[in-house]
């Protein structure tokens, strides 16, 4: 049963984690596209800018960066059943 709760919150813990990197990820990458365009296109259009940072957020979308937010998930599962194996193993 003990082990039963850690899966249920620390899946619950983990997902809390997941969301609140996923979200601040994203907002740094729309704000840092927008310093972007607004320092290459100075008085430029809203809706260029619109549709570059929307481009770029597509981008992000199917990039590297945001399957590596999936670490969150792994890595401490690898080192919680690492551990249980090795306190049970003697």
């Known amino acids: 049963m003990g082990l039963v709760k850690l899966v249920v919150f620390g899946f619950l813990f983990l997902?809390?984690?997941y969301l609140s990197i996923s979200?601040?990820?994203r907002s740094v990458r729309r704000e840092k596209l927008e310093?972007?365009?607004?320092?290459?296109?100075?008085?430029?259009e809203q809706a260029d800018r619109d549709t570059y940072?929307?481009?770029?957020m597509a981008k992000y979308e199917s990039?590297?960066?945001k399957k590596?937010?999936?670490l969150v998930y792994i890595v401490p599962t690898v080192a919680i059943?690492?551990?249980?194996?090795?306190t049970n193993a003697n």
């Open 81 to 86: 059943v690492a551990i249980l194996y090795l």
């Open 63 to 65: 990039g590297f960066r």
């Open 35 to 44: 310093k972007q365009w607004d320092a290459d296109n100075p008085g430029g």
């Open 68 to 70: 590596l937010i999936v």
């Open 53 to 56: 940072v929307e481009q770029g």
């Open 15 to 17: 997902s809390v984690i």
């Open 23 to 25: 979200v601040y990820s």
